[in-house]
């Protein structure tokens, strides 16, 4: 984005270019956080669909000049934990659903 690369609630903080060092003296780096799969392409990938089709009409931008939206990755994650969690629970149950129905033996050891 050239001289504009923070155009939203980080605009100013390394500083302004009126004013370099009026930057916040706690600046840190904090390590990569690891994701997994699932929920580094809902923040990646799926979030940005579902906001173009469904989303926008309810969450309003932070700028409007510039459109920036933000969502709190914290929420994300947990919604991402929880959606793999009840999935991982879902299929131990329909498995053990589907091998009771199967009568058959071979096809239950198939299956």
């Known amino acids: 984005m050239g001289n504009l690369a923070l155009i939203g609630e980080d605009q100013n ?3 302004s270019s009126s004013d370099p060092h009026s930057h916040a003296s706690d600046l840190i780096v904090i390590k990569e956080q690891r994701m997994d799969h699932f929920s580094k392409w809902v923040i990646e ?4 669909w579902f906001h173009r089709c469904i989303w926008h009409q309810v969450k309003k931008p932070i700028d409007v000049e510039s459109g920036v939206v933000a969502y709190e990755e914290d929420n994300l994650l947990r919604y991402t934990s929880h959606t793999t969690t009840i ?3 879902l299929l131990l149950i329909i498995s053990t659903v589907v091998l009771y129905r199967v009568h058959n033996g071979g096809i239950r050891l198939g299956t």
Not at 45 to 48: D, E, G, L
Request: glycine share 10%; charged share 10%; aromatic share 20%.
């Open 13 to 15: 903080v390394w500083g």
């Open 87 to 89: 999935i991982a629970s």
């Open 45 to 48: 990938k799926f979030i940005i």
